[in-house]
């Protein structure tokens, strides 16, 4: 199959660049790993100011603005597993094959973002689940995954599926915290873990707001979070537990209980522990980027903390260091599905200026860019406190690259 | 922070767990993530660090103090593919 442009993945981003390509009439390849379009937005529902964040409808409504450009070929349930260059563009690799390639004059890469899991003792069993698939159970298949878990693990993507779990009826132990080790440390320490939970943002998530700016200081965060009582600290329903750490899961068959463990005061040992029944665990490590197409490309990328992970290092236009192959959504950093579809936009224009041979000055992106930064201000959830430090960051290292040789 | 029991299995496709890892690290003494990967086969498995793959950084950063969290290349093909679609790619590249 021949095309002008292939879009990898068929969530916020990629929808809307999907959209604003149809639009431009161009013939477009929209490739998801999944059945149903729409990516991380099926699953998301919370309360957000008065309204009701609703993404099964916001999905609807981008998808029903693709389905009028009848340029645009939907490809669901494929798999892009290779991407080279060829010729005319680029080559992509479909599992399963019918077409088997794509071969496309422009790329957009809209591949989203996967989950980090937190190693436990027993993890293996069944009822041990990443927090994202409960929240594809629940929200999407209305299937609930049991009657009483715990998510370990706190971070924005906790507490936003959590409060849907609550509101599905399901029961929690609250949000505990992930452990760690000298070899293994995948969310970082118990401080690493509560000062990302002070920079949260979103529909007052925080009652101790007022507390909140005094808890950049170390000192105040370590005292309050280390004598929160063990129960927790109620977070619009959702028990925040910020002393009390994961140890293992218990059961045999399957899950039927947690071991947690209180933390001392001040050098992060184990005070007590004891066990809590539930029939399921929520493994919470947050967001990361997925890099894979990016650097079988042999895309330059490079790690930014503040947007959780390896991206592709990009011009405003959204394109990344290889021509015609522009990268857009949770792919470039975790934001939320505001910007991420702001950022299919600009992507999509900035493929449509390639593609008719006009000009990427930088300059030219600025409304579109400008657009994008009034998502990020506008979004009900902010998954970096400092999520415009990575953005400069990025910028920075793009424009380096241009005195490259 | 607690330290998380030996036998917590970090690789789940292989089935490796930390206390595998930390043996194999005393008594082949890899020098690096890949070698511990070649040793352990941690990573290697079916889903070819799509799950673990933050895991596995974080033992090379604690065990090597490698810095780098990129380190780690990554192979086609990206998903698991059979050889049917494989064989039927190569008759339709141009």
Same mark, same amino acid.
């Given at each position: 199959?021949?095309?002008?442009?292939?879009?990898?993945?068929?969530?916020?981003?990629?929808?809307?660049?999907?959209?604003?390509?149809?639009?431009?009439?161009?013939?477009?390849? %929209?490739?998801?790993?999944? /059945?149903?379009?729409?990516?991380?937005?099926?699953?998301?529902?919370?309360?957000?100011?008065?309204?009701?964040?609703?993404?099964?409808?916001?999905?609807? #409504? %981008? @998808?029903?603005?693709?389905?009028? &450009?009848?340029?645009?070929?939907?490809?669901?349930?494929?798999?892009?597993?290779?991407?080279?260059?060829?010729?005319?563009?680029?080559?992509?690799?479909?599992?399963?094959?019918? /077409?088997?390639?794509?071969?496309?004059?422009?790329?957009?890469?809209?591949?989203?973002? #996967?989950?980090? /899991?937190?190693?436990?003792?027993? &993890?293996?069993?069944?009822?041990?689940?990443?927090?994202?698939?409960?929240?594809?159970? #629940?929200?999407?298949?209305?299937?609930?995954?049991?009657?009483?878990?715990?998510?370990?693990?706190?971070?924005?993507?906790?507490?936003?599926?959590?409060?849907?779990?609550?509101?599905?009826?399901?029961?929690?132990?609250?949000?505990?915290?992930?452990?760690?080790?000298?070899?293994?440390?995948?969310?970082?320490? %118990?401080?690493?873990?509560?000062?990302?939970?002070?920079?949260?943002?979103?529909?007052?998530?925080?009652?101790?707001?007022?507390?909140?700016?005094?808890?950049?200081?170390? &000192?105040?965060?370590?005292?309050?979070?280390?004598?929160?009582?063990?129960?927790? @600290?109620?977070?619009?329903?959702?028990?925040?537990?910020?002393?009390?750490?994961?140890?293992? @899961?218990?059961?045999?068959?399957?899950?039927?209980?947690?071991?947690?463990?209180?933390?001392?005061?001040?050098?992060?040992?184990?005070?007590?522990?004891?066990?809590?029944?539930?029939?399921?665990?929520?493994?919470?490590?947050?967001?990361?980027?997925?890099?894979?197409?990016?650097?079988?490309?042999?895309?330059?990328?490079?790690?930014? /903390?503040?947007?959780?992970?390896?991206?592709?290092?990009?011009?405003? &236009?959204?394109? #990344?260091?290889?021509?015609?192959?522009?990268?857009?959504?949770?792919?470039?950093?975790?934001?939320?599905?505001?910007?991420?579809?702001?950022?299919?936009?600009?992507?999509?224009?900035?493929?449509?200026?390639?593609?008719?041979?006009?000009?990427?000055?930088?300059?030219?992106?600025?409304?579109?860019?400008?657009?994008?930064?009034?998502?990020?201000?506008?979004?009900?959830?902010?998954?970096?406190?400092?999520?415009?430090?990575?953005?400069?960051?990025?910028?920075? %290292?793009?424009?380096?690259?241009?005195?490259?040789? | 922070?607690?330290?998380?029991?030996?036998?917590?299995?970090?690789?789940?496709?292989?089935?490796?767990?930390?206390?595998?890892?930390?043996?194999?690290?005393?008594?082949?003494?890899?020098?690096?993530?890949?070698?511990?990967?070649?040793?352990?086969?941690?990573?290697?498995?079916?889903?070819?660090?799509?799950?673990?793959?933050?895991?596995?950084?974080?033992?090379?950063?604690?065990?090597?103090? =490698?810095?780098?969290?990129?380190?780690?290349?990554?192979?086609?093909?990206?998903?698991?593919?059979?050889?049917? =679609?494989?064989?039927?790619? =190569? =008759?339709?590249?141009?």
């Amino acid at each position: 199959m021949a095309v002008e442009v292939a879009v990898v993945g068929a969530g916020p981003a990629g929808l809307a660049a999907a959209g604003e390509l149809g639009a431009a009439g161009f013939r477009v390849a %929209l490739i998801d790993e999944y /059945p149903i379009p729409g990516g991380r937005l099926l699953g998301q529902r919370y309360h957000w100011k008065n309204l009701v964040w609703d993404g099964k409808q916001q999905a609807e #409504t %981008l @998808v029903d603005n693709v389905r009028q &450009w009848h340029e645009v070929r939907w490809l669901l349930q494929r798999s892009v597993y290779d991407l080279e260059r060829a010729p005319s563009g680029w080559a992509l690799s479909l599992n399963p094959g019918d /077409p088997s390639v794509v071969y496309a004059q422009a790329v957009v890469v809209a591949t989203g973002a #996967t989950e980090v /899991p937190i190693p436990l003792v027993n &993890w293996t069993l069944p009822g041990v689940l990443a927090v994202g698939a409960a929240q594809v159970m #629940t929200a999407v298949y209305g299937v609930a995954p049991g009657r009483r878990g715990v998510v370990v693990g706190a971070n924005p993507l906790s507490f936003a599926i959590a409060e849907e779990l609550l509101e599905a009826g399901v029961k929690l132990a609250g949000i505990v915290m992930a452990p760690g080790s000298e070899n293994v440390d995948v969310v970082g320490s %118990l401080d690493d873990q509560w000062q990302r939970i002070v920079g949260l943002r979103g529909g007052g998530a925080w009652p101790l707001r007022t507390l909140g700016r005094y808890m950049t200081h170390a &000192w105040v965060r370590q005292f309050l979070m280390s004598h929160a009582p063990k129960s927790g @600290v109620p977070i619009r329903g959702v028990r925040l537990r910020p002393n009390v750490v994961a140890t293992a @899961v218990e059961g045999t068959e399957r899950v039927t209980g947690i071991r947690l463990a209180r933390i001392a005061d001040h050098d992060e040992s184990i005070r007590e522990g004891w066990s809590e029944p539930v029939d399921f665990v929520c493994v919470s490590g947050g967001l990361r980027p997925v890099p894979d197409l990016f650097r079988i490309a042999r895309v330059k990328t490079a790690w930014v /903390p503040e947007l959780s992970g390896e991206v592709p290092v990009i011009s405003p &236009w959204g394109e #990344t260091s290889q021509t015609g192959l522009f990268a857009v959504g949770n792919a470039i950093g975790v934001e939320s599905a505001l910007v991420a579809i702001a950022q299919g936009h600009l992507g999509a224009h900035g493929v449509t200026r390639y593609l008719r041979g006009q000009s990427l000055d930088y300059r030219l992106a600025e409304p579109d860019q400008h657009r994008i930064q009034l998502a990020r201000e506008q979004s009900p959830i902010a998954f970096h406190p400092k999520i415009g430090q990575g953005v400069e960051h990025l910028r920075a %290292l793009f424009l380096e690259s241009l005195g490259a040789p | 922070m607690p330290t998380h029991n030996d036998e917590v299995i970090l690789c789940r496709c292989e089935g490796i767990t930390l206390g595998q890892v930390r043996a194999a690290v005393q008594q082949l003494q890899p020098t690096s993530l890949r070698e511990l990967k070649l040793v352990t086969r941690l990573g290697m498995g079916m889903c070819q660090g799509r799950v673990c793959r933050p895991i596995i950084q974080s033992v090379g950063q604690a065990m090597f103090q =490698d810095r780098s969290e990129t380190r780690l290349a990554y192979q086609i093909p990206t998903r698991p593919v059979s050889f049917g =679609d494989f064989v039927k790619a =190569d =008759d339709d590249y141009e």
